[in-house]
């Protein structure tokens, strides 16, 4: 869903031509459209009689997703300290060194 986004960016840093593209943007949109909109409509008619059902089950992926989101957050706070604790300790033995 996220990469949705960045094809552009990626078009243009590829150097893709415009037209190429434009098709395959507007291809991929229809496709996700489509898909995400009949994902919906048979949510909506599996769920139609059970609203309480659809509020746990949107629950459950709201916890998952934010624990998801904290777990990503702090695997790479903690790869980016340990790369700048090397990075310092490397410049260190340099300093050492000369």
Known sequence: ML???WTAFFAGVNRMRWHIFLFYNAAGGIVWATFYGLLGYSAGRLFHNNFAQVERLASIIG???GAAIVT???TIVIVVRLR???HRQLEGKKRLST
């Open 3 to 5: 990469l949705r986004l």
């Open 84 to 86: 700048l604790a090397k």
């Open 63 to 65: 916890w998952i997703a």
């Open 72 to 74: 990503i957050v702090l």
